[in-house]
């Protein structure tokens, strides 16, 4: 095993496959800050480049581009509140509010320093699993991915802490839009009022726009000004002291790059599960719940760490059975079968050298895409300055641009500006939006696996307490509903922790 790693670090530190690492992550970096792109946009547009490449160079450059997605994903998410993935809106909680304070360097180099850190830690814990990757993969079925779905929903709605009823009712609502459009189970179209693109369902990447970026947009047209109301502040902003503040909430980013390793070995729940986990998590653990969404630094350490750790196990389903965990491994499938590597338990055998190269080469790209950004903190944090007037119409111009490059579809810029209208309601009364980005993440895939389950057990409900994972994620559920009105109980909140919350 070690010779096979060992092989893996050589074969990728030539100059041809370190040439092609370094331009898939630029790519990565350009397209993981534009929203709506993203790291699938850009192997998708790649893949016919490749062919001409040997295995492994095309390999290091599909590597790269995913290393460096995550960190161009955190600039925007923090900068602008738009984030250029699914993964990153759950950055934008607390790095955008951290940029209105004048922090944006320091969010900055928290997040960069995160996605490093939870990409090595992935990468120890991928290499640890890689040999035992069908086990793992085998223990989970329909009746696991429900009750995990469950748990992601319980931990969000648990950390909401003053706004549960609040976050119950928005949670609510993002469960009734995420039942729009086709039923696998009952072959039927529902709610869709008869418009062909909903069919479909709610498109997450378009709504996540919407939600984030429009709506805070909107926002600050209303109220003028910039994005920092602390204009002293971002000259003075040491990008240093977020990569300290990373290393000070080290429990943080071991605790995000293990959600992120797990539930990124799960065919089908991708990054934004593992980030707006890691979050709800995190925010569960901490002393000062209240002071998530508010600028709490852990608030971006937590699904950064999560989002890279996540890249390096999404290959353990991708790679050992050929189960995209999400979008971008699905387009990474295609270029492992372009260049002849079919996908399973041979794979593991017979291409053990491209297999370890991936995994460092998704490890390099993201150190490096790390450390341009923290090169780049200061300066990009100057953005924060600009005026609304300037500022506003431009990003809703790249928004929209961005919501329609998705599948080049007019109605996703509709959508858009729809959820972004909501969103601006929800900023303006003081609804949480996590609860409803986590309901139409979740919403379908626990919908499907319920049914399934319930198929599989022949309507009876003991499925769900047939096998020990079942039972292990059924005690999650129930300690993660009882810890909340028991920690409030024992540990009352503190009160007008406001001003330490940037530095939480």
């Known amino acids: 095993m ?52 040997e295995p492994f ?28 993935s699914a993964p990153n809106a759950a950055t934008c909680l607390d790095g955008y509010p951290l940029a209105q304070q004048g922090k944006a360097g320091y969010a900055i180099g928290a997040a960069a320093t995160a996605n490093s850190l939870g990409g090595i830690i992935g990468t120890v814990s991928v290499l640890a699993v890689l040999p035992m990757a069908k086990q793992l993969v085998l223990l989970f079925g329909p009746p696991e991915f429900f009750l995990l779905s469950i748990l992601a929903l319980v931990t969000v709605a648990g950390s909401l802490s003053g706004r549960m009823l609040r976050g119950l009712l928005t949670g609510g609502i993002g469960l009734m839009i995420a039942t729009v459009g086709y039923d696998s189970v009952t072959g039927t179209t529902r709610f869709a009022g008869g418009i062909e693109y909903l069919w ?74 593992a980030a707006f986990l890691s979050y709800s998590m995190t925010m569960q653990a901490s002393d000062d ?5 508010k600028g709490n630094i852990q608030g971006v350490i937590a699904p950064e760490a999560a989002i890279n750790a996540k890249d390096g196990s999404a290959l353990i389903p991708t790679i050992a059975f050929g189960i995209p965990s999400g979008a971008e491994m699905a387009v990474f499938l295609g270029i492992l079968v372009l260049h002849g590597m079919q ?21 390099g790209s993201c150190i490096l895409a790390s450390i341009i950004g923290i090169v780049l903190a200061r300066p990009l944090g100057l953005i924060t300055l600009v005026d609304s007037r300037i500022f506003v ?48 993440v ?60 940037g530095k939480a």
């Open 289 to 293: 719940p209240e002071s998530f969404g």
């Open 200 to 273: 479909d369902g709610v498109h997450l990447v378009p709504a996540l726009i919407g939600l984030f970026a429009v709506a805070e947009m909107i926002n600050l047209s209303v109220t003028g000004g910039t994005v920092s109301k602390d204009l002293r502040a971002v000259k003075i902003t040491s990008m240093m002291s977020g990569v300290k503040a990373t290393f000070q909430h080290w429990r943080t980013v071991l605790r995000g790059s293990i959600i992120g390793t797990l539930v990124g070995a799960i065919p089908g729940e991708g990054g934004t599960v």
């Open 57 to 84: 160079t095309a390999v290091a450059l599909a590597g790269g581009v995913m290393g460096a997605v995550p960190m161009g994903g955190s600039l925007t998410a923090i900068l602008l509140n738009a984030p250029g």
């Open 442 to 501: 979740l919403g379908a895939t626990a919908e499907r696996n319920f049914h399934q389950s319930m198929m599989i057990g022949d309507g009876s409900w003991w499925i769900f307490t047939s096998r020990w994972m079942c039972l292990g994620l059924i005690a999650a559920i129930v300690l993660f509903l009882v810890l909340p009105p028991l920690r409030a109980r024992l540990f009352p909140p503190r009160r007008g922790t406001g001003a330490s919350a």
């Open 343 to 363: 996908p399973g338990p041979l794979m593991l055998a017979q291409n053990q050298n491209e297999i370890y190269g991936l995994v460092w080469a998704l490890t």
């Open 393 to 440: 119409p431009i990003i809703i111009a790249v928004a929209m641009t961005g919501s329609y490059a998705v599948d080049r579809s007019i109605e996703n810029p509709i959508l858009t500006l729809a959820f972004g209208i909501l969103g601006y309601v929800m900023i303006r009364y003081d609804y949480p939006r996590l609860t409803i980005v986590i309901a139409l």
């Open 2 to 53: 070690l010779d096979a790693w060992v092989a893996g670090v050589e074969g990728l530190l030539q100059v041809r496959e370190l040439t092609f690492l370094s331009l898939g992550m630029g790519i990565g970096l350009i397209f993981g800050a534009l929203p709506g792109l993203g790291g699938a946009t850009a192997l998708a547009l790649l893949m016919p480049l490749t062919y001409g490449l």
